[in-house]
């Protein structure tokens, strides 16, 4: 009788988390964990040795991260710490333990100057501090695990789980009549939902279970493109809300990290490699409504 493969998901609580938790049903071939912050924090060393110590993995999708984007500015060293330190310490543990590892990262790695669609080969320039904790992640995991790891960058993530722009658009149409939303800044949404389950079709494609398979990063959002006021409006539209939303520049909204002003990724890539239909931004963004709506119900 073979083995079932063991899949340790960090990030457990988080968005991307919960979504892949709510659809390990469906994938019964494999033997998921879904450790707590009590039980594998990220920013504790002695945590992450100690629970790999008791715990052997075959695949790990590390979906944890220090995401405060502005906190991150006086808060480098934690930034640094979850964002990098970890990625390393997790690429070395899966290297020892003979074990494949997904690390989700961020459009936060670019400058956001571009006028097109980022590449994965297209230069890296960090705006921010999370920015560069984030790349110098993706350099330590690349440089420990040049075979049998995978890099996913993804942008603008909402789902019915956590904090996210969505639920935050819901919260404060209940207070206020009208918002000023940016309209300077362009991406894709990123419905969690969609992610998680590409990376469950990822970890069950022949190509990933290759030996020794070439480390690479990959590209990965919805389909479409928006603005912040684009995806508010959004937002309001499809939930019946009525709240005015007002269209401001970024320098109308001053914060402490810089924000890629463009923050397009080109899919093509996981697209080809892995088979992967992305569905439109919208469509999903309906989809997460309504699971919302029905949580209340």
């Known amino acids: 009788m073979s083995k079932i493969p063991a899949v340790c998901v960090t990030g457990g609580r988080g968005q991307l988390g919960q979504s892949i938790k709510s659809l390990v049903d469906e994938n019964t071939c494999f ?8 039980e594998l924090d ?3 060393a002695k945590s992450i040795e100690a629970y790999f110590k008791e715990h052997a993995v ?14 991150a500015e006086s808060e480098q060293k934690l930034a640094d710490q979850v964002n990098h330190l970890a990625v390393k310490q997790l690429a070395n543990t899966a290297l020892a333990q003979q074990a494949k590892l997904i690390h989700i990262s961020t459009d936060y790695v670019f400058s956001g100057k571009h006028f097109k669609p980022y590449e ?25 695990m040049p075979v049998n790891a995978m890099i996913i960058r993804t942008s603008w993530v909402f789902s019915e ?3 996210n722009f969505v639920k935050t658009m819901l919260r404060l149409s209940e207070q206020r009549e009208e918002l000023n939303v940016i ?19 990822i970890i069950k494609n022949n190509t990933f279970s290759q030996t020794n398979l070439k480390t690479d990063i990959y590209h990965y959002t919805n389909e479409g493109v928006c603005s912040w006021y684009d995806f508010a409006c959004s937002v309001f539209e499809i939930s019946h809300k009525k709240c005015l939303v007002k ?19 080109n899919k093509s890539k996981i697209k080809q490699t892995y088979g992967i239909n992305i569905p439109y931004w919208k469509d999903s963004l309906k989809q997460c409504l309504n699971k919302i709506q029905d949580s209340k119900a």
């Open 31 to 38: 033997k998921f964990s879904f450790p707590t912050r009590e």
């Open 42 to 44: 990220l920013s504790d």
């Open 58 to 71: 075959d695949i790990i999708i590390n979906c944890a991260a220090y995401t405060a984007v502005d906190k």
């Open 120 to 144: 994965e080969t297209d230069a890296v320039d960090p705006q921010s501090i999370y920015g560069l904790s984030k790349l110098k992640g993706e350099q330590a995991l690349s440089q420990i």
């Open 161 to 163: 789980f956590g904090h």
């Open 183 to 201: 309209y300077d800044q362009v991406g894709t949404p990123t419905y969690a939902g969609d992610l998680a389950q590409a990376i469950l079709r």
């Open 247 to 265: 269209p401001i520049e970024t320098k109308e909204y001053p914060t402490p990290a810089k924000r890629p002003n463009y923050s397009l990724l």
